[in-house]
């Protein structure tokens, strides 16, 4: 021992510093973070000089001056009369919108189409087989192109349309359906929403804790939907029916009131989702034929059916497959629903190029861009991370 | 085009790298390569299409063509870029052309903050409306409700805004990139109106499937002065755009023709003697030969005849002159004196 703590000092100081691995790191790590932030600072102060000499005016203060120009589809209030600004924050919902929609039906396709691929009926089987082999080959934009010139500008027009008791129309100007006006004491039918699926959720835990305990499992299926269903139409009838429908009506161009989703959305939502929902097809078949054929086995000898076994068995262990790959599959659906541009879809990128073009900013509202999908996509990145950590299996 | 746009925009940051070396010098830097690199529409019959062999043609590609012409004396030495709208402003900065000729218009916000310069315009023009007849529409007051469609990143845009505000009526905007999109988009019913620049609207309606079904309506809402463009920085190369526009505009006035240029060199008018080089070399001072502007009207004849052979009453688009008439005919275009 003593020996060695003698000696040891006395090689550090003896060789160079550089021998010495935690300063080595140090100093590697301290020059790559100057050269990095010295390049950084070297290409904006360039660029922002070149521009100026260019007489082309930079920096972020357009977002602040007036718009001018209108926008289809606003989830917030807008008018031209708006900044630059609050455009671009359109543009940032409607890519959420498009991107939460097109993740919800992406995903249910593809489970849908991932188990039936593995199904035992031929026709079920081949028709998956084809779907997926179809649009997981064709680029998303003409999908879009596809739902959008060929399918939904050559339905007929808004005029001379005959009316029809649903007050339901599908024509080249989107789907108009009557929307839901809700009178003063629709609130209460809101409440009783809520404490519908609260009661559910504790009569669940309840019969999971009475199962954990006896074994015995209690029904829950008709209890849930008699209070998260039932409850509030019972209350909405007691109110007496606190709203009303009001059904589209031609003037002379359109169909106005009740509610419209434009084309433009339907068409990149399908397109988005059908493209996606092939690839999360393949990801859901991998995941399901990754557990052995030895678990399905097993769960049939304690007596499962084959839905349970599915569910209970199966499911959970080829989620832990599924899972790291649907999130890139999430990322890039979200990261496709700029190809709404090509329709005439608001997102970002599609107001960010109308804000490029008018206010001449291209190096800011391409920076903004990138600031906004790396956002977005680092957080999808943290939630699946979340959930892939939850629905790891816990080895013990 | 999507990933055009991108990758205009990355060459521009580029080009923000690289300085501002590429600024000065576009004669000498044209000179080199041998030919002049012009931005035009991507297809807007009458003023810049591809016929079936492929080849430009209309009002703009002639002023690439009569510059290309003042330059090498050869109107065939042009490489054409077709740009969409969004497209436009950042291949002309970041060097991509050396001049934008598409039907853009001369805006105080264009000439200020995007380092261009405008050297002329070469058509007035005004934003319109066309509609189906068979809607009953007289008026653009009568529209309100209708779905408009417009194309993305345009003056058009911003006027049609301010218009139905203005005049508080209500629409539904339509907008899409391409005028292609945006044509076939009003085409199929996707829209009630179609709006962009009136000599736009007749060219559009060519393509429609039946072109008689559809009305162009009276209101011009807005003042579009179209005109090429160049990069701010270089004033040889501005002066040597913007003579070749009022060459083509003398020529005009003076009775200078394609068919007449060689006779008239022996006039003995002093102005057509100056325009022609025959005087004094004028070509001197913008870095060009003495005869640029008679190889301008070789190549291309004078404005009057740029306009009746692309766009004029015996075209398909059958536009009267109107505002482009000459100063002397009532009209706006009036070329300043080479002395």
Known sequence: MSVETETMPRRVSGSSMLNNPTVRSIVIQVSLIVLLVGFTWWIVDNTARNLAAANIASGFGFLWSRAGFDIAITPIPYTSNETYGQALIIGVINTLIISAAGIALATILGFVVGIGRLSGNFLIRMLSTVYVEIFRNIPPLLVILFWYFGVLSVLSGPRGLEENAFGVYLTNRGLQIPAIIFGALAWASLAAFVVGIVAAIVIARRNKKHQLATGERKPLLWTALALIVGLPILVFLVTGLPAVLEFPTANRFNLAGGVQIRPEFIALWLALSIYTGAFIAEIVRAGIMSVSKGQNEAASALGLRRGQALRLVVVPQAFRVIIPPLTSQYLNLTKNSSLGLAVGYPELVAVGSTVLNQSGQSIEVVCIWMAVYLTISLSVSVFMNWFNAKMALVER | ?339
């Not at chain 2, 701010?232 to 003579?243: A, E, R, S």
């Not at chain 2, 009453?313 to 505002?323: A, F, H």
């Open chain 2, 1 to 339: 085009m999507n990933s055009k746009l991108l990758t205009a925009l990355l060459g521009m940051t580029i080009a923000g790298l690289a300085g501002g070396a590429a600024s000065a010098q576009t004669l000498d830097t044209v000179k080199e390569r041998g030919q002049l690199r012009c931005g035009v529409n991507t297809g807007l019959p009458g003023f810049a299409s591809q016929n079936d062999q492929g080849a430009w043609q209309g009002l703009d590609v002639d002023y690439c063509k009569a510059v290309a012409a003042a330059i090498f004396g050869d109107a065939s030495k042009v490489q054409y870029s077709p740009l969409s709208a969004v497209q436009r402003f950042p291949a002309l900065q970041n060097s991509e052309i050396d001049m934008l000729a598409r039907n853009t218009t001369w805006t105080m916000d264009r000439d200020t903050t995007l380092g261009l310069a405008f050297a002329g315009v070469n058509y007035y023009d005004g934003q319109g409306f066309m509609v189906k007849k068979d809607l009953g529409v007289n008026s653009a007051l009568e529209l309100s409700g209708a779905t408009v469609c417009v194309q993305s990143g345009t003056t058009t845009e911003l006027n049609l805004a301010d218009y139905f505000r203005t005049n508080k009526m209500d629409y539904n905007p339509v907008v899409i990139e391409a005028q292609s999109d945006v044509n076939s988009a009003y085409d199929s019913g996707r829209c009630d109106v179609l709006t962009t620049d009136a000599s736009g609207l007749a060219a559009s309606r060519l393509e429609m499937a039946s072109p008689e079904n559809h009305v162009i309506l009276p209101e011009i809402i807005s003042k579009e002065p179209l005109g090429p463009a160049v990069r701010q920085g270089d004033d040889q190369w501005f002066n040597i755009v913007k003579w070749t526009h009022y060459a083509l505009l003398d020529a005009e006035e003076l009775g200078v023709t394609q068919e007449n240029v060689e006779e008239m060199k022996s006039s003995d008018n002093p102005e057509i003697r100056r325009l022609l080089g025959e005087d004094k070399d004028f070509g001197a001072s913008i870095g060009l030969s003495k005869d640029w502007a008679v190889n301008i009207i070789k190549a291309v004849g004078n404005y009057g005849e740029i306009f009746e052979r692309n766009i004029g009453v015996n075209t398909p688009l059958e536009i009267q002159r109107g505002q482009n008439a000459l100063w002397t005919k009532g009209g706006l275009q009036y070329g300043m004196p080479i002395r």
